[in-house]
């Protein structure tokens, strides 16, 4: 009689374990929940998320996911079409495919007015899809208590560099004198993007691929030469922007471009001994007839409405918040990220507290930014596999990038 | 127990029925399950692989292709790289966990009975690690800065060194290295391997060398065998079909390789095995049908592998079948 | 000969210490403090259970952990249950397919990623994308074919004698299974039981992609996340790793124990497994 007794409460326990699994948590009928990739953004995004919910008295839940596979993991849920987050930060490159992919919520119906203030406009195909929360470009960090003339081209920049790592020079009180970030596959490709265009190259003509221009091989060359010269870490290619921080705020950096601007903040916000003494300035560039040319990269972290949200107005109520004049105020003054707006950007009330945004929006006047196409994440990766195949000398960068250009199968 | 009746194999108790009901349930729905989350989603593959179906176009309209994707994917080099990673890493991992499982296992025999397990069991211990943990752990153990391994051999006086790069290990020939793949992240990986797998196959032979009676090998060196001979014909038959059945489950395991592989290197495609490749182009690229392809062929040539190491296997009688 | 003995204990002694090493410096480091173990400073003052605090304190953390023992706890019992039944009924019905065996080691060999896109994709279609069920079945699904093959070594061994004569004696078919079959081989089923439920606990791959958030992720998943976070703070990555390493050594002590009191019992009956 035990024994069934036994047989039977352990089947209901069972049951009763299968059941707590199955529930999963309940919404809240407006609530607004994200998904955010971790990072400058997910810090302010929790700041202004806080700050709205008190203003508001609206519930809102932030999901902070690792960097790692962020896109592969957003973009997996997004498309799935499950209706259980609301927002989703997408970077402004994505957009293209998923709009095509009919997972975003268009957003003309619900903008009352046009709003000019913002520098990116989020739209694929005549329709808006995205709202910007974040804009970004490539700077340069250096330590101005040990760098007096600051490098302007990329030329100076390595010879600078040379002085200040502790394998080249051992009397150097940095260990690494410059880092260039080469972490697959945002860093490495953004970063060479930036370079061929600084090095006066194309990435695309006439809406085709084109990676072997000029440009691209002599950026190319200048990382081979970079990378070889002993003036960075031999495990350059674990080095993302997180080694390249965390390396500043060790004092074990003396340089670090192309860089993101929010490197610059963030900095701030740490206990480093070293916070106060890293500076920020224009990248370097190329020296030509004279004058130096310089351009940058620029891109843009948007916040979209899933098609199959249960709450889009109230999605579109905490969007609009955020990158309206006033949460975007909030955004600059209490966070590290930076707003995409010009009138944000130039407030010398603003410029005051977040020092580097002079040089962002200086920047942003001779920036580029990728082609918006449905496969861009395909690019990347035929980029950063030629980008390796070059950096462990398997291929020339004639050959490798011809040969990305050919494999790339853009409609 | 219950029985009321005496003997009769016709006479059942009441809840007989309900019984033999929850017999036959717990028979089919295994397979049923089975059925549902593998062979389905198998042909769902198949037939997407003959088309041209990319996240955006999913739900919309499928434009046929063709044999198109598996071209694509024959003649793409990173799906060659990856079949060759994976094959290079299964024969070089095979090859030395057997050896170092041999030695570890003659060393222990060579100690007293009783103390052999607790000897044993920490060597164990690897093999149970939830893979994701070993390949957090072991990122921290080799990397450059601050990594356990480069601070030991500090204490030596030998230079760090850059672990989880591409960089070939000796001064050689570069393209010879890079083919076999003799570089510094490739003897990483190796080395995790070799860390959680060789105790298993030193187990086996444990098991199976200590089956084997003193006097046998006893009278074998009476009648002036060397060491040599002892093993072939003495030690090594007996280890035979275990250490068989125990290579085809290393094997299969090998090929599930993943989380090592993304934790130290990510997607990067001088790394990459197939696992890597089937998520990069399935999640990362989301070319859903080149995926498909991809899958497809993997499956073809492992059963290719399996059919052609089973016609071997069997043509030399060294097959045992548990039927 | 003595010499040889103590020699040979005390060189595997030192490589036994070696080979563990890296999982005895992750359990220290789960105690250490973040700068201390980058500078590998093991002196005692740096002893804390900051990093474990900062776990339990966290949303994620109890969720990742309720679920992964959900999931292997309900798992394990659903692949244990079906592949021993299963088993057996391969094992004593001589018509059994053999084809359906091919399938079994079929299903071993191919790399679960294969899996990966169109379980996605169906889960997708069925709405099971963030649910403790989906794992629940993927666990079963990835074990089912590990309990089948080893429980199927373990019943040839037992004589089909004992379940005929219960059956004589008018049990049904299910009682007549568990009193005699399934009590004889307990400790294989026991020891089955722990491997797949290990296998399970591990499983990072499946449920990182058929998963949304902490609703349903697994601990490993947790650790894949908190790798790529803003600081790589191996201290709380360690801590992580020696939960979820928790369950490992308690299976190495009972295996130790089992040997100890049953030495001889379980190798006739586990049948070497």
């Known amino acids: 009689?035990?024994?069934?007794?036994?047989?039977?409460?352990l089947l209901v326990l069972i049951a009763v374990l299968f059941i707590l699994g199955g529930i999963s948590c309940s919404k809240a009928p407006d609530q607004v929940t994200l998904y955010v990739r971790a990072g400058a953004e997910s810090d302010a995004l929790k700041q202004i998320a806080d700050h709205y919910m008190k203003k508001f008295n609206k519930k809102v839940v932030v999901n902070v996911v690792g960097r790692d596979g962020y896109t592969a993991s957003m973009s997996t849920k997004l498309l799935s079409g499950s209706p259980e987050i609301d927002i989703y930060m997408v970077p402004s490159t994505m957009i293209p495919e998923l709009a095509s992919a009919k997972v975003l919520e268009p957003l003309d119906t619900y903008i009352s007015t046009?709003?000019?203030?913002?520098?990116?406009?989020?739209?694929?195909?005549?329709?808006?899809?995205?709202?910007?929360?974040?804009?970004s470009v490539l700077l340069f960090f250096y330590r101005s208590d040990l760098i007096k003339k600051v490098p302007e081209t990329w030329d100076e920049y390595l010879e600078t560099a040379k002085q200040f790592s502790q394998k080249l020079n051992p009397k150097s009180p940095t260990k690494y004198g410059a880092a260039i970030g080469a972490l697959a596959p945002e860093d490495l490709s953004k970063a060479f993007f930036c370079m061929t265009w600084s090095f006066g190259g194309e990435i695309e003509k006439d809406g085709k691929p084109l990676f072997n221009s000029q440009g691209s091989i002599d950026a190319a060359n200048y990382y081979l030469k970079f990378f070889g010269s002993g003036v960075t870490t031999p495990e350059y290619l674990s080095w993302g922007v997180i080694q390249i921080f965390e390396a500043l705020s060790k004092g074990e950096l003396a340089m670090a471009a192309p860089q993101w601007n929010a490197v610059y903040p963030y900095l701030k916000t740490t206990d480093s001994p070293f916070k106060d003494k890293?500076?920020?300035?224009?990248?370097?560039?190329?020296?030509?007839?004279?004058?130096?040319?310089?351009?940058?990269?620029?891109?843009?972290w948007t916040l979209v409405i899933n098609k199959a949200s249960k709450a889009k107005k109230d999605a579109y109520r905490f969007i609009d918040y955020v990158v309206g004049k006033e949460g975007a105020r909030f955004y600059a003054t209490n966070s590290v990220g930076t707003p995409a707006r010009k009138s944000i950007l130039t407030d010398p009330e603003i410029i005051q507290k977040r020092l580097e945004f002079k040089y962002v929006y200086e920047t942003l006047q001779f920036a580029n930014s990728e082609p918006e196409i449905v496969n861009y994440d395909e690019m990347i990766n035929i980029v950063n596999t030629a980008l390796t195949r070059i950096l462990t000398k398997e291929k020339s960068p004639e050959e490798a990038l011809t040969e990305a250009t050919k494999r790339e199968t853009r409609k | 127990m219950g029985s009321s009746c005496s003997g009769l194999s016709g006479e059942q108790p009441m809840n007989a029925k309900t019984d033999e009901i929850i017999y036959r349930v717990l028979i089919v729905a295994p397979l049923i399950i089975l059925l549902g989350v593998s062979v389905f989603p198998f042909l769902f593959v198949l037939s997407i692989s003959f088309f041209n179906v990319r996240s955006y176009n999913l739900t919309a309209h499928w434009e046929f292709a063709g044999l198109q994707n598996y071209l694509a994917v024959i003649s793409d080099r990173e799906n060659i790289t990856a079949i060759m990673n994976t094959a290079l890493y299964i024969l070089y991992a095979l090859g030395i966990e057997i050896f170092i499982g041999l030695c570890i296992a003659i060393l222990l025999l060579y100690v007293n009975e009783k103390y052999r397990l607790p000897l044993v069991l920490p060597f164990l211990i690897p093999?149970?690690?939830?893979?994701?943990?070993?390949?957090?752990?072991?990122?921290?153990?080799?990397?450059?800065?601050?990594?356990?391994?480069?601070?030991?051999?500090?204490?030596?006086?030998?230079?760090?060194?850059?672990?989880?790069?591409?960089?070939?290990?000796?001064?050689g020939n570069l393209w010879i290295q890079q083919s076999l793949n003799l570089t510094h992240g490739f003897v990483s990986l190796l080395l995790v391997e070799l860390w959680q797998w060789s105790p298993l196959f030193a187990a086996v032979f444990l098991v199976t060398f200590s089956l084997l009676r003193r006097e046998v090998v006893h009278s074998a060196i009476m009648d002036g065998a060397t060491s040599f001979y002892i093993f072939r014909d003495i030690y090594f038959p007996i280890a035979k079909p275990l250490l068989y059945g125990l290579i085809l489950l290393r094997i299969m395991d090998m090929l599930k390789v993943y989380e090592t592989l993304w934790v130290f290197f990510g997607n990067s495609s001088v790394f990459a095995n197939i696992n890597i490749r089937l998520v990069t182009t399935g999640i990362e690229i989301r070319n859903y049908s080149y995926c498909a392809a991809f899958s497809v062929v993997v499956f073809l040539l492992i059963f290719a592998v399996l059919f052609i190491g089973r016609q071997l296997l069997e043509r030399a009688g060294k097959l045992y079948y548990a039927d | 000969m003595r010499i040889k003995n103590a020699a040979a204990f005390l060189l595997l002694a030192l490589i036994a210490f070696v080979w563990v090493m890296p999982i005895l410096w992750m359990i220290m480091a789960s105690f250490m403090p973040y700068q201390h173990i980058i500078a590998f400073d093991l002196s005692g003052g740096s002893f804390t259970i900051g990093n474990y605090k900062i776990l339990f304190f966290t949303d994620v953390f109890p969720k990742h952990l309720r679920n992964s023992l959900v999931i292997t706890i309900c798992g394990t019992f659903l692949a244990t249950v079906l592949g021993s039944f299963s088993a057996l009924y391969s094992v004593r019905n001589r018509r059994f397919s053999r084809y359906f065996l091919y399938w079994i080691v079929t299903s071993r060999i191919i790399p679960p990623t294969a899996f990966l896109l169109p379980s996605y994709l169906m889960f997708q279609r069925l709405g099971m994308l963030n649910s403790i069920i989906t794992l629940i079945l993927i666990g079963f699904v990835l074990n089912y074919s590990l309990v089948f093959w080893l429980m199927r070594s373990v019943f040839a061994q037992l004589p089909r004698e004992m379940e005929y004569s219960a059956l004589m004696d008018g049990a049904s078919r299910l009682r007549a299974f568990f009193d005699t079959t399934i009590r004889y081989s307990a400790p294989g089923l026991l020891f089955v039981a722990m491997f797949a439920g290990l296998f399970i606990w591990n499983e990072f791959l499946l449920s990182a992609v058929l998963t949304i958030d902490s609703t349903a992720q697994p601990l490993p998943i947790l650790l894949g996340q908190t790798l790529s976070l803003i600081k790589t703070d191996w201290g709380v990555l360690f801590a992580i790793g020696a939960i979820q390493v928790l369950p490992v050594m308690l299976f190495i002590g009972l295996i130790f124990l089992m040997f100890k009191w049953k030495k001889s019992n379980i190798i006739r009956i586990s049948g070497g497994v």
């Not at chain 1, 046009?114 to 804009?135: E, F």
């Open chain 1, 1 to 9: 009689m035990e024994k069934i007794l036994l047989r039977r409460s």
């Open chain 1, 114 to 135: 046009k709003d000019s203030d913002l520098l990116v406009q989020n739209t694929y195909k005549g329709t808006t899809y995205a709202m910007p929360i974040d804009i």
């Open chain 1, 278 to 300: 890293i500076a920020v300035a224009l990248i370097p560039g190329i020296k030509k007839d004279g004058k130096i040319e310089r351009k940058s990269f620029k891109h843009s």
């Open chain 2, 127 to 171: 093999m149970l690690l939830s893979p994701m943990v070993v390949a957090m752990l072991w990122k921290q153990v080799l990397s450059y800065d601050g990594g356990l391994l480069n601070k030991m051999l500090s204490i030596f006086g030998l230079g760090p060194v850059v672990w989880l790069s591409p960089e070939p290990i000796l001064n």
